[in-house]
């Protein structure tokens, strides 16, 4: 099992859908979980972190579910400019920051 | 703009050559990493630094040299490289805290292995 799995996507989504990633994580052990976004040919940048209460921040909100591993982030209203690859990251240990990434899921939203 | 720089931004390079990337954050931060992204992967870690030490290889080849002389500055140096080392190469960093704590990443160097 990969240590960090994602839905494979592409996901086509029209202007003001509401779009869900799911993410799921093999090492119960992992400390702190993240959502990244990596625009294409650009570095990955920090969206949001993501707590156990869940949270939200406008449009996104990101939930975790210890008990069964898993990690979702839902984008409602989509813009165009959430067109991007969003990455699940989980931080494996405590002390200095190890984080494993998914692959990715591919989001296009279009006119 | 980013506070985490990275030269060259690409590097084409033949399989003799031998190269150095660079990489320098302005956060203040005390540990710095290297990650390799290749087409269709998730990113890999490669090295970790913290507080100028290295404390963690990921059964990273030889080829690779890291090298950070102060906490501001992480170098990967490389030799002898294969086309399958082809890949963007992202510096990034972080403050040493439990918990929470947040990487930073450079542009990446979009390397090339001919």
């Known amino acids: 099992r990969k240590e960090v799995e994602q839905d494979p996507g592409p996901f086509n989504v029209p202007e003001g859908a509401t779009v869900a990633f799911n993410c799921t994580y093999s090492?119960?052990?992992?400390?702190?979980f993240f959502w990244y976004r990596q625009d294409c040919r650009k570095e990955p940048k920090l969206l949001m972190s993501v707590y156990s209460s869940g949270n939200e921040d406008g449009r996104f909100t990101a939930q975790l579910n210890r008990a069964s591993q898993y990690i979702s982030l839902l984008i409602r209203d989509s813009k165009l400019s959430d067109s991007a690859t969003y990455l699940c990251v989980v931080n494996r240990g405590a002390g200095y920051s190890t984080l494993t990434f998914g692959k990715g899921t591919m989001l296009l939203v279009s006119p | 703009e980013t506070g985490v720089t990275q030269t060259p931004r690409h590097l084409v390079m033949g399989m003799t050559n031998k190269k150095s990337l660079k990489c320098e954050q302005h956060?203040?931060?005390?540990?710095m990493y290297w990650y390799k992204q290749s087409a269709k992967k998730p990113l890999e870690l490669m090295f970790v630094y913290s507080l100028e030490e290295r404390v963690e290889n990921n059964s990273v080849p030889s080829r690779f040299s890291p090298e950070c002389p102060n906490s501001s500055h992480l170098f990967l140096h490389l030799h002898t490289l294969q086309p399958e080392d082809s890949a963007l190469y992202l510096c990034?960093?972080?403050?040493?805290?439990?918990?929470?704590?947040?990487?930073?990443f450079g542009p990446g160097t979009r390397l090339l292995v001919l």
């Open positions: 990034a960093s972080s403050q040493k805290l439990a918990g929470q704590e947040t990487q930073y």
């Open positions: 956060l203040g931060h005390n540990a």
């Open positions: 090492n119960s052990a992992s400390q702190s």
